[in-house]
């Protein structure tokens, strides 16, 4: 699914073709449809959502102009509407509160494989501990491993600079490697 | 000071030897990147993030029921095919743009479908045969053909041209003859064509030139100067494209050009440095003398050559030298016992 093909169907989805719209459709549905879940906890907006997104993307397809990632260039204007929706139904003022305390970007036990390069711990405890995150590195996380975005797609998705990725990367990680340290600290001692 | 950390940061993600140190998938990175990290110690922590964003979290992913997916899809499509009929405008120039547009994109899905199937045809017809460091394998071609392939060597061959070989590394050739057809044999390297009909003989490309042993038979060989030469039976050429060198000599063939394949290395009179280059190339690993007499030692006998570890103690035992074997390194000491 490299860039090289997704540009050639976008050019003909531009052009009109209903086949090339129902290839993107096919492709990019269940990622949207995951990712929306994720940010807003609910099937039903996401759907209506993603239905007039869909819609708006094929009326105004001679608007749109050139995509260079056409990838990214879905899950941020996909992100961008759904958030719109949010900020109405929830009379919230900035988008920025829509993601305060909220409960977007978080981890069930089944959405992660028991075997982790990054560390031994069980999967329950890896889920709450990445859980405790905040929910901007929580969304780095999600858009780089389980939506296989490149650093500067994330970035462009995110709306920050490249090395802003990056910072939110790392830092979700060490926080993770200490707690997982202390995790097993204190594992240590009350098994003894 | 976090801006120089943060910079480190992103060329270790992008360095692709970091990337097989992270994923331990390649022992020279490895030993290369354990040894950096043991010199670079307040790197520690950057280095610990990097290989954890490279490592990442693994997700189960979740994927939508494909009849679900096209439900949503033939909602909108209907959604959009009766808007379209409440709002028909199309003006002349959309119409033509919109045409010029599809047309250009046709030809352009039409050139990577050309492009993909010339890939796809190109790699399931091609068929590479590869081994590792210290791996030595006795393989059969189609033809009847039988080709001993030595420690890290490489043949690859086109399915429908199965006489037609690439070689790099080292190999031993039994080629089948077709007398019906005269059917011709070529091996081909960076440097030159060897031409066979039927014969034994042996190939060596390491150290950036081509080495050509004839055991029976008569081959021709095709230079990449585009000159020819015929070998008999007994000689050696040697020929580097890059130094544009050849040398043809009669050898004793009893001697360590061969033999390897039988798994053994037998030299006679030969230096240490010699030795310890065949060792370095069978198994990839790095020679270092700490003494310089070493390597002008002389040596005569056979060497078992499919395992390192008792192939390093034999040349221990008759050179009288202490082999140390660390992080991909072959350190050469004179034993001070002798």
Same mark, same amino acid.
């Given at each position: 699914?490299?860039?090289?093909?997704?540009?050639?169907?976008?050019?003909?989805?531009?052009?009109?073709?209903?086949?090339?719209?129902?290839?993107?459709?096919?492709?990019?549905?269940?990622?949207?449809?995951?990712?929306?879940?994720?940010?807003?906890?609910?099937?039903?907006?996401?759907?209506?959502?993603?239905?007039?997104?869909?819609?708006?993307?094929?009326?105004?397809?001679?608007?749109?102009?050139?995509?260079?990632?056409?990838?990214?260039?879905?899950?941020?204007?996909?992100?961008?509407?759904?958030?719109?929706?949010?900020?109405?139904?929830?009379?919230?003022?900035?988008?920025?509160?829509?993601?305060?305390?909220?409960?977007?970007?978080?981890?069930?036990?089944?959405?992660?494989?028991?075997?982790?390069?990054?560390?031994?711990?069980?999967?329950?405890?890896?889920?709450?501990?990445?859980?405790?995150?905040?929910?901007?590195?929580?969304?780095?996380?999600?858009?780089?491993?389980?939506?296989?975005?490149?650093?500067?797609?994330?970035?462009?998705?995110?709306?920050?600079?490249?090395?802003?990725?990056?910072?939110?990367?790392?830092?979700?990680?060490?926080?993770?490697?200490?707690?997982?340290?202390?995790?097993?600290?204190?594992?240590?001692?009350?098994?003894? | 000071?976090?801006?120089?950390?943060?910079?480190?940061?992103?060329?270790?993600?992008?360095?692709?030897?970091?990337?097989?140190?992270?994923?331990?998938?390649?022992?020279?990175?490895?030993?290369?990147?354990?040894?950096?990290?043991?010199?670079?110690?307040?790197?520690?922590?950057?280095?610990?993030?990097?290989?954890?964003?490279?490592?990442?979290?693994?997700?189960?992913?979740?994927?939508?029921?494909?009849?679900?997916?096209?439900?949503?899809?033939?909602?909108?499509?209907?959604?959009?095919?009766?808007?379209?009929?409440?709002?028909?405008?199309?003006?002349?120039?959309?119409?033509?743009?919109?045409?010029?547009?599809?047309?250009?994109?046709?030809?352009?899905?039409?050139?990577?479908?050309?492009?993909?199937?010339?890939?796809?045809?190109?790699?399931?017809?091609?068929?590479?045969?590869?081994?590792?460091?210290?791996?030595?394998?006795? @393989?059969? !071609?189609?033809? =009847? #053909? $039988?080709?001993?392939?030595?420690?890290?060597?490489?043949? &690859?061959?086109? /399915?429908?041209?199965?006489?037609?070989?690439?070689?790099?590394?080292?190999?031993?050739?039994?080629?089948?003859?077709?007398?019906?057809?005269?059917?011709?044999?070529?091996?081909?390297?960076?440097?030159?064509?060897?031409?066979?009909?039927?014969?034994?003989?042996?190939?060596?490309?390491?150290?950036?030139?081509?080495?050509?042993?004839?055991?029976?038979?008569?081959?021709? @060989?095709? !230079?990449?100067? =585009? #000159? $020819?030469?015929?070998?008999?039976?007994?000689?050696?050429? &040697?020929?580097? /494209?890059?130094?544009?060198?050849?040398?043809?000599?009669?050898?004793?063939?009893?001697?360590?050009?061969?033999?390897?394949?039988?798994?053994?290395?037998?030299?006679?009179?030969?230096?240490?440095?010699?030795?310890?280059?065949?060792?370095?190339?069978?198994?990839?690993?790095?020679?270092?003398?700490?003494?310089?007499?070493?390597?002008?030692?002389?040596?005569?006998?056979?060497?078992?050559?499919?395992?390192?570890?008792?192939?390093?103690?034999?040349?221990?035992?008759?050179?009288?030298?202490?082999?140390?074997?660390?992080?991909?390194?072959?350190?050469?000491?004179?034993?001070?016992?002798?």
């Amino acid at each position: 699914m490299e860039s090289s093909t997704d540009k050639s169907i976008w050019l003909l989805f531009i052009a009109g073709d209903i086949n090339a719209f129902a290839t993107l459709f096919k492709l990019y549905y269940s990622p949207l449809h995951n990712y929306g879940l994720k940010i807003s906890n609910n099937t039903v907006l996401t759907e209506d959502c993603l239905q007039s997104f869909f819609v708006y993307l094929y009326e105004n397809r001679l608007k749109l102009g050139n995509v260079n990632h056409v990838k990214s260039y879905l899950f941020v204007s996909f992100r961008r509407a759904l958030l719109k929706i949010l900020k109405r139904e929830k009379k919230f003022t900035s988008y920025e509160q829509i993601f305060e305390n909220s409960k977007s970007f978080e981890f069930s036990i089944e959405e992660l494989l028991i075997q982790q390069e990054f560390t031994k711990i069980k999967t329950t405890t890896l889920t709450k501990l990445l859980n405790s995150l905040t929910v901007r590195e929580r969304e780095a996380v999600y858009l780089k491993y389980y939506s296989n975005l490149k650093i500067n797609e994330i970035a462009e998705v995110m709306s920050i600079s490249y090395q802003s990725v990056l910072n939110t990367l790392q830092k979700a990680f060490t926080k993770l490697r200490n707690l997982v340290e202390s995790h097993e600290i204190k594992q240590a001692f009350n098994l003894n | 000071m976090s801006g120089n950390n943060q910079s480190l940061l992103e060329i270790l993600l992008n360095d692709s030897s970091f990337v097989n140190w992270a994923n331990q998938s390649n022992q020279n990175d490895i030993v290369f990147w354990d040894e950096w990290i043991n010199n670079n110690p307040k790197h520690i922590k950057t280095v610990y993030a990097a290989k954890a964003i490279i490592n990442g979290i693994k997700f189960n992913k979740s994927q939508l029921p494909e009849e679900k997916v096209n439900s949503e899809l033939s909602a909108i499509i209907h959604k959009i095919s009766t808007k379209k009929n409440t709002n028909k405008i199309g003006s002349k120039k959309r119409k033509f743009l919109s045409k010029f547009l599809k047309l250009s994109a046709l030809a352009a899905i039409g050139i990577l479908l050309i492009i993909l199937s010339n890939n796809v045809l190109n790699s399931s017809s091609k068929v590479i045969q590869k081994t590792g460091f210290g791996e030595i394998v006795e @393989l059969k !071609l189609p033809d =009847g #053909t $039988t080709v001993i392939l030595n420690g890290n060597s490489q043949i &690859s061959y086109d /399915k429908s041209n199965v006489r037609n070989i690439d070689l790099k590394g080292e190999a031993y050739f039994k080629v089948k003859s077709i007398p019906s057809t005269h059917a011709k044999f070529w091996v081909n390297t960076e440097d030159l064509k060897v031409e066979v009909y039927g014969t034994q003989f042996h190939v060596n490309t390491r150290e950036e030139k081509t080495e050509v042993v004839l055991d029976e038979g008569s081959i021709h @060989l095709v !230079l990449d100067n =585009g #000159t $020819t030469t015929k070998m008999i039976p007994g000689e050696l050429v &040697s020929f580097s /494209k890059e130094k544009n060198t050849v040398s043809q000599k009669k050898i004793s063939t009893e001697l360590p050009y061969s033999l390897w394949r039988d798994g053994t290395y037998v030299f006679n009179n030969i230096t240490l440095e010699t030795v310890m280059k065949n060792v370095k190339q069978a198994y990839g690993v790095d020679i270092e003398f700490m003494d310089e007499e070493l390597k002008q030692q002389l040596l005569t006998g056979g060497i078992p050559n499919q395992n390192l570890k008792i192939c390093l103690s034999a040349i221990e035992k008759s050179t009288g030298t202490r082999i140390v074997h660390k992080d991909n390194k072959l350190t050469l000491y004179k034993n001070s016992n002798n």
